[in-house]
């Protein structure tokens, strides 16, 4: 009986542990109304050691004939740990962005990301209209 009251305890416990990651969301680019999902990925890399800088870096292509309207990001790492965002090539209308994500002082980086794109013609047009024929 007194065992399975300190597994009851031991049980409730556990559970109510506080919640030990973070997750950080990062947006860039312009949606559009006709914005579709063109290329997405996900990946999850333990740390070997959780004060070195640890590095990912991901290349989003559109399908032929589109271009990246926008990319959106969500990176998770602990809740003591870092996690940076910067796109190192690449912009909004461009056939291929490679973004990059740095977390330090965590013991793993999970991150998922989708990007969004627009027809090249398309976004053509909107770009015209909107810089006033430039």
């Given at each position: 009986?007194?065992?399975?009251?300190?597994?009851?305890?031991m049980a409730v416990g556990v559970t109510s542990l506080p919640?030990?990651?973070?997750?950080?969301?990062?947006?860039?680019?312009?949606?559009?109304?006709?914005?579709?999902p063109m290329v997405g990925g996900s990946d999850r890399y333990?740390?070997?050691?959780?004060?070195?800088?640890?590095?990912?870096?991901?290349?989003?292509?559109?399908?032929?004939?589109?271009?990246?309207?926008?990319?959106?990001?969500?990176?998770?790492?602990?809740?003591?740990?870092?996690?940076?965002?910067?796109?190192?090539?690449?912009?909004?209308?461009?056939?291929?962005?490679?973004?990059?994500?740095?977390?330090?002082?965590?013991?793993?980086?999970?991150?998922?990301?989708?990007?969004?794109?627009?027809r090249e013609d398309e976004y053509k047009k909107v770009t015209?209209?909107?810089?006033?024929?430039?």
């Amino acid at each position: 009986m007194l065992g399975k009251i300190i597994l009851v305890v031991m049980a409730v416990g556990v559970t109510s542990l506080p919640q030990t990651h973070e997750t950080k969301k990062f947006r860039v680019g312009i949606e559009y109304d006709h914005s579709l999902p063109m290329v997405g990925g996900s990946d999850r890399y333990r740390h070997r050691n959780n004060y070195d800088p640890f590095f990912v870096t991901v290349t989003a292509t559109a399908k032929k004939n589109y271009v990246i309207s926008y990319l959106e990001v969500s990176a998770t790492v602990d809740t003591s740990g870092e996690v940076d965002f910067c796109v190192t090539s690449g912009s909004t209308g461009s056939r291929s962005m490679v973004f990059r994500l740095a977390s330090n002082r965590s013991e793993f980086l999970s991150y998922s990301y989708l990007a969004y794109g627009i027809r090249e013609d398309e976004y053509k047009k909107v770009t015209a209209v909107s810089c006033g024929g430039c």
